[in-house]
């Protein structure tokens, strides 16, 4: 693909990066292609603008004041008025932990710092030219933003449901999304009347039982998959959701008589709450 011009002339694009002194020729670079910037210099800042300026592209850094680039990109995703806006990541951990991380949350590309502002400029170029192939709708596009309650509550959402085998923590959940651990409580009990352990609490019960009803993996491979240490605790904290054991909740969905082999034994599940 020709990367000799830009792939949509004058595109805005937003540029989030706490060191200026790099910015500088990557700057007069995209200037140079005729692109129209904004800059701002930590992850809420960014998160503002592109709320306020719907930037074709963003370039964000990750390792930021205030709010990591992750965590905003999470939060960028997680709203419908921006959630169509191409991130490219620029950073200086070279890991490979760390890039997969920065797909994870949801950013089509990853630059290493240091960095050429010709490679950066062309990466541009192509993921505009990408988005201007698969344009948002225009009713997407002029979406109203939702409010910082619906934004936290929809990207932690979406962070929960890739970790349904490790559990984390209040804390680390917090910190993934930018926030505190009380403000990401007040979201949920806002939002949606329960505490997000409540909510996880549910998700990974729903989880079991499309497994339970569907796979013929067994109870030990479905405690596993939803995050439990044992088949006996997830025994338990599934009768207490569902009213019934694992095997009898399977056989009531497939119409058969419970399996020979029951759930095992009665012990409290493993988990802390939220």
Known sequence: MSVSAPAAPHAHIL??????????LLVETLRRANYRLSVAFDGAQGYDRAIAGRPDLILMDVRMPRMDGHATCRRLKANPATAHIP???????????????GLQSGGVDYVIK???????????QIHLALASGNPAP????ETFSLD????????????????????????????ALGTSEKRLSHAFRQSLGMTVFEYFRGERMAYAQRLLATTSLSIVAIADAVGFSSAANFSTA???HAGM?????????????????????DSSASLSEY
């Open 138 to 141: 225009k009713a997407v596009q």
């Open 15 to 24: 540029i989030v990066d706490d060191g200026p002194d790099e910015l500088r």
């Open 114 to 124: 240091p960095y050429s502002a010709e490679e950066v400029l062309a990466r541009v």
């Open 245 to 265: 054991s694992p095997s009898t909740y399977r056989s009531s969905k497939r119409g058969h008589e419970p399996a020979a082999v029951q759930d095992q034994g």
């Open 87 to 101: 991130v490219i990541f620029l950073s200086s951990a070279a890991q490979a932990g760390e890039r997969l991380a």
């Open 238 to 240: 599934f009768r207490e």
């Open 148 to 175: 910082d309650d619906e934004v936290l509550v929809q990207a932690t959402k979406r962070y929960l449901a890739n970790h349904f085998t490790d559990t984390p923590a209040l804390e680390s959940v917090a910190r």
